[in-house]
């Protein structure tokens, strides 16, 4: 079944402790994204990858950082996070950035700093 | 820089009627325009995807089309039920990375 899966799906931290959530998709997909989604002001875009070892930000990076090293894993990952990181997390992939190609969803992560 | 309006940003209907959720961008220089539900706390359910080419795409109950010249879509859902009650997100994808309205909420009444 094609899928982006991500993990954990809920977590609880603190302020200032590394976190890293994983996304992975099975589709073979070049473009990976992260977005984070906040009640008044829908879903923005945080980073987003066309390619292994290609990533750039999107609307709102400060705070977060990306990698891709393999083109099925697109990790997000807070080196210290804050309470205004709280928020609803998604990653999403497509075939390719831009193009007549759909966006795949994962599930969503959501997380809560206190 | 793409934006994506959504109206209204609330809507309730009794059941069975037809209804309409409007989707307006401003560069029409868009490659699709997907339509998305999302129940509350929950993912993204991809819905439509119309492409630049196409006018209008269907699925079952429901219809969306696209004209890229007004810089609008809309989502056009027939006989509504409860189960309809979500919030519906449109997103246009050109040149630059995904860009979404902040969905229409509908509830369906019974």
């Known amino acids: 079944e094609a899928q982006v899966t991500q993990n954990p799906r809920y977590l609880i931290t603190v302020t200032g402790k590394k976190l890293t959530v994983t996304c992975s998709q099975n589709m073979n997909h070049e473009y990976m994204s992260w977005y984070r989604q906040d009640p008044g002001l829908g879903l923005r875009q945080i980073y987003y990858s066309m390619n292994v070892e290609v990533t750039d930000k999107g609307d709102v990076p400060e705070g977060y950082k990306v990698s891709r090293k393999e083109k099925r894993n697109f990790p997000l990952i807070l080196e210290s996070p804050s309470p205004n990181q709280t928020s609803l997390y998604f990653c999403a992939s497509s075939r390719f950035f831009g193009g007549p190609y759909e966006q795949y969803f994962g599930p969503g992560t959501r997380l809560t700093v206190t | 820089k793409q934006e994506v309006t959504q109206i209204p940003a609330a809507l309730s209907v009794p059941e069975g009627e037809n209804l309409v959720l409007n989707c307006s961008f401003t560069d029409s220089a868009i490659y699709n325009l997907q339509w998305f539900r999302q129940d509350p706390g929950k993912g993204l359910t991809s819905l439509l995807l119309?492409?630049?080419?196409?006018r209008e795409q269907t699925s079952g109950r429901l219809n969306a089309s696209l004209d890229k010249s007004s810089g609008r879509s809309t989502l056009y859902i027939a006989a509504s039920q409860p189960g309809d009650s979500a919030t519906y997100l449109c997103?246009?994808?050109?040149?630059?990375?995904?860009?979404f309205g902040k969905g229409t909420r509908l509830s369906v009444i019974a």
């Open positions: 997103a246009g994808a050109g040149n630059t990375p995904l860009v």
């Open positions: 119309i492409q630049s080419s196409q």
